[in-house]
């Protein structure tokens, strides 16, 4: 079954990168691992699954492993993409979840997940496409067709064997998004 291979992948992923970690605390391709494995895990639950309560804890240790990373390694992009989500998604809830998530240590706020998001996807190595497909999806949500737009083209360009991107922009111009 696809859940149970995905799940040993993220195990073996996990004990392999903290392994890493206990011999080499610093250790960037370790720390952007468990960072990864934890977004994975987070996304699973909240876009598979629709558990977006269950995705909370995944989250939070995704954003804890990217500022570890980041600590050590300031201008690693790809970091970036899992702490801009958080504050973005977040930022994005309704008054009453915001307190009750800041009280749990979350940070709720959607301009600066933006930007965060924003570097991602200029300098990104790993992540920089899927920061993009992010943020036409968040720039749609803000009412900011052109900067969605923008977004896919660049994705277009790039995945030119992917009609999805095609289809969105001629929504866009539609006026359907």
Same mark, same amino acid.
């Given at each position: 079954?696809a ?9 073996? /992923? ?8 206990? @011999?080499?605390? +610093?250790?960037?391709d370790?720390l952007f691992a ?10 699973y ?8 309560l269950?995705?909370?804890?995944? @989250?939070? &240790? ?14 690693y992009?790809?970091? %970036?993409?899992?702490?801009?989500? /958080?504050?973005? *998604?977040?930022g994005?809830?309704?008054? $009453? ?5 800041? *009280? ?6 959607k301009?600066?997940?933006? &930007?965060? *998001?924003?570097? @991602? ?17 968040? %720039?749609?949500?803000?009412?900011? +067709? $052109? &900067?969605? &737009?923008?977004?896919?083209?660049q994705?277009?360009?790039e995945?030119?064997?992917?009609p999805? %991107? ?9 006026g359907?998004?």
């Amino acid at each position: 079954d696809a859940r149970a291979r995905f799940d040993a992948a993220l195990r073996r /992923s996990e004990a392999l990168a903290r392994a890493r970690i206990a @011999t080499e605390p +610093g250790n960037t391709d370790a720390l952007f691992a468990l960072t990864l494995d934890s977004g994975l895990q987070a996304d699973y639950l909240a876009l598979i699954e629709n558990r977006n309560l269950a995705a909370l804890g995944p @989250t939070r &240790r995704a954003t804890e492993w990217a500022h570890r990373l980041l600590a050590v390694a300031p201008g690693y992009g790809a970091a %970036y993409l899992a702490t801009g989500l /958080s504050k973005y *998604l977040i930022g994005s809830s309704s008054a $009453p979840v915001r307190w009750i998530l800041s *009280l749990g240590g979350f940070s709720a706020d959607k301009r600066q997940g933006i &930007r965060e *998001l924003e570097w @991602t996807a200029k300098s990104g190595r790993y992540l920089a496409p899927f920061a993009r497909l992010l943020l036409a999806v968040a %720039y749609l949500r803000e009412h900011d +067709g $052109p &900067r969605a &737009r923008h977004m896919l083209e660049q994705l277009r360009d790039e995945f030119p064997q992917n009609p999805l %991107y095609s289809r969105e922009i001629a929504r866009i111009d539609a006026g359907r998004n």
